[in-house]
């Protein structure tokens, strides 16, 4: 997870985080993916990918980022965009998550 923290108001909102608190998101990150050595990152979310983006690895070969969009309720006309799906038709969790992992599935294989 790109971001270690939700904050949210007392009413429940989305708090955007400070930049020095996003600092401290991307040296852990920074600190997670040189552990861990991935070829891969598959990134949920415009925020992930633009962070994954900005990273300075210290890596000779860095890993392939996949990214897409965030599986969540409020993303769901990305998903449908993104995966072509009928903007006026249900589109179950479980079928979505099927396209996510398939997608993920045949990106691996490139």
Do not use: C, M, W
């Not at 009413?11 to 930049?19: F, L, N, R, V």
């Not at 300075?56 to 998903?79: K, V, Y």
């Amino acid at each position: 997870d790109s971001y270690k923290y939700y904050i949210q108001s007392r009413d429940g909102k989305y708090i955007s985080p400070s930049e020095e608190y996003i600092s401290s998101y991307r040296s852990s990150l920074v600190s997670e993916i040189t552990i861990v050595e991935p070829s891969i990152i598959v990134s949920f979310g415009n925020r992930a990918a633009s962070l994954l983006e900005n990273l300075q690895l210290d890596e000779t070969i860095p890993p392939r980022i996949i990214n897409l969009p965030h599986f969540s309720g409020n993303a769901q006309d990305a998903i449908k965009k993104f995966f072509d799906f009928p903007h006026d038709k249900r589109f179950s969790i479980e079928d979505q998550a099927e396209q996510f992992a398939h997608y993920i599935i045949n990106q691996i294989d490139k």
